[in-house]
Structure formats: structure tokens, C-alpha cells
T-cell receptor, first 116, second 112 residues
Framework: GAVVSQHPSWVICKSGTSVKIECRSL??????MFWYRQFPKQSLMLMAT?????????EQGVEKDKFLINHASLTLSTLTVTSAHPEDSSFYIC????????????FGPGTRLTVL | QQQVKQSPQSLIVQKGGISIINCAYE??????FPWYQQFPGKGPALLIA?????SEKKEGRFTISFNKSAKQFSLHIMDSQPGDSATYFC???????????FGKGTSLLVTP
């Protein structure tokens, strides 16, 4: 099956710093990638939809200037959490879909962000 | 607003038993209904998915039953094993290429 990787798998940073998370589709080209956030023992909440070469579409309540998303190629999307604060601590998960009638979204393994 | 409602929140089943998780949705535009399994600290993994043109789909021990008129779908895990202990999420979207609307999840524990 298709593989989606994320890097880093976990990161600890100080409040006020920025953190970049990468999401890569390893064996297919992803026309669309999604970013989700998951708090402990809760469901996945969509943050934004990212299409290659265009601006991301953010869900209501998600600050686009705080969570910068770049989908520069068909295999890479990045999420940058700017000026991170402790309330941004969460599990961030991406998924990728390669369109063309494909039937499945593939999820990455997630990135655990802890902001001190 | 939760577009997909999932129950139960938690479930305990004995080894060899059947685990049943139910989901309901309101948006009739949804036409793709996957189930995901998630272990702690890991990303969700697709188990099985169904579209509304069929009422049931089976893959190994996992079966989705779909009731379009009732706008409900369920996951049945036959011969449940301790290794099945995980959190299960149902989801729905307009198409597999659209963002998924997840249920709140069901924590399944299969006891030996």
C-alpha cells in the first residue's frame, strides 16, 4: 500500500519558537494533502486542505497565519507552527490522496508536538 | 458540529467475540465511508471502506454494514483478538478525495 511519512515523529520546543513538520508521500504523487490535529483521547479534527501549487484552505477557527501550510510539490507538504504556545501541543497528522479516481486517503504516522 | 456520530465510546469484548461499532450521519452528500484503526501514538490506518451502492462489504474478519435509508453504518469485527484492542474511528466524506469527517472514536478492549 501507499506510504506517507512525517518528520519529525516528535518534537519539543520552547514557547515562542516555530516548528516545521513535513509530510511526504513516498511512493505516489499526492494532489491533495490534509492536516489534522488530535488531542489526547479525542478524534481527528481537520485543520486545512492543501493542494499542490495553490494556497491551503483552512477550516473555520484555524489561524492561517499561525499554521502555515506549503504544498510545494506532489510529494511534500509542510506545516509550520509559528510562535508556538503550550496550547498548540498536540498530535499532528497528515493524510494524502492521489486523486485520479483513487479510493483511499493514506495517513502519516503523526508528529507529537510539545511546547514548553 | 459533529457530522458523524459514533457509538459506543468504549467497548469490552472477550476474545473470539464479535465487536460492533455503530455510526450515523446526516449529510446525504456523503458517499465514502471508511473505518480506521489507531494504536496509541500512531496515525490511523485504513481498515475497510464502503460506498453507498452496496449494503455490505467484508474483508477478512472485518465487515461494514451500510443502511442508506437510515443513514447508518457499522463495523463488525468477527473473532475479536487481543491484538484488535485499539481505537476505531468511522468517517465520512463526499468523496475519497475530500477531507474526512471523523466520529469521536471507540476504544475497543479485547480481553483474553
Amino acid at each position: 500500500g501507499a506510504v506517507v511519512s512525517q518528520h519529525p515523529s516528535w518534537v519539543i520546543c520552547k514557547s515562542g519558537t516555530s516548528v516545521k513538520i513535513e509530510c511526504r508521500s513516498l511512493d505516489f504523487q499526492a494532489t491533495t494533502m490534509f492536516w489534522y490535529r488530535q488531542f489526547p483521547k479525542q478524534s481527528l479534527m481537520l485543520m486545512a486542505t492543501s493542494n499542490e501549487g495553490s494556497k491551503a484552505t483552512y477550516e473555520q477557527g484555524v489561524e492561517k497565519d499561525k499554521f502555515l501550510i506549503n504544498h510545494a510539490s506532489l510529494t511534500l507538504s509542510t506545516l509550520t507552527v509559528t510562535s508556538a504556545h503550550p496550547e498548540d501541543s498536540s498530535f499532528y497528522i497528515c493524510s494524502a490522496h492521489h486523486g485520479q479516481g483513487a479510493d483511499t486517503q493514506y495517513f502519516g504516522p503523526g508528529t507529537r508536538l510539545t511546547v514548553l | 458540529q459533529q457530522q458523524v456520530k459514533q457509538s459506543p465510546q468504549s467497548l469490552i469484548v472477550q476474545k473470539g467475540g464479535i465487536s460492533i461499532i455503530n455510526c450515523a450521519y446526516e449529510n446525504t452528500a456523503f458517499d465514502y465511508f471508511p473505518w480506521y484503526q489507531q494504536f496509541p501514538g500512531k496515525g490511523p490506518a485504513l481498515l475497510i471502506a464502503i460506498r453507498p451502492d452496496v449494503s455490505e462489504k467484508k474483508e477478512g474478519r472485518f465487515t461494514i454494514s451500510f443502511n442508506k435509508s437510515a443513514k447508518q453504518f457499522s463495523l463488525h469485527i468477527m473473532d475479536s483478538q487481543p491484538g484488535d484492542s485499539a481505537t476505531y474511528f468511522c468517517a465520512a466524506s463526499k468523496n475519497s478525495g475530500y477531507a474526512l469527517n471523523f466520529g469521536k472514536g471507540t476504544s475497543l478492549l479485547v480481553t483474553p
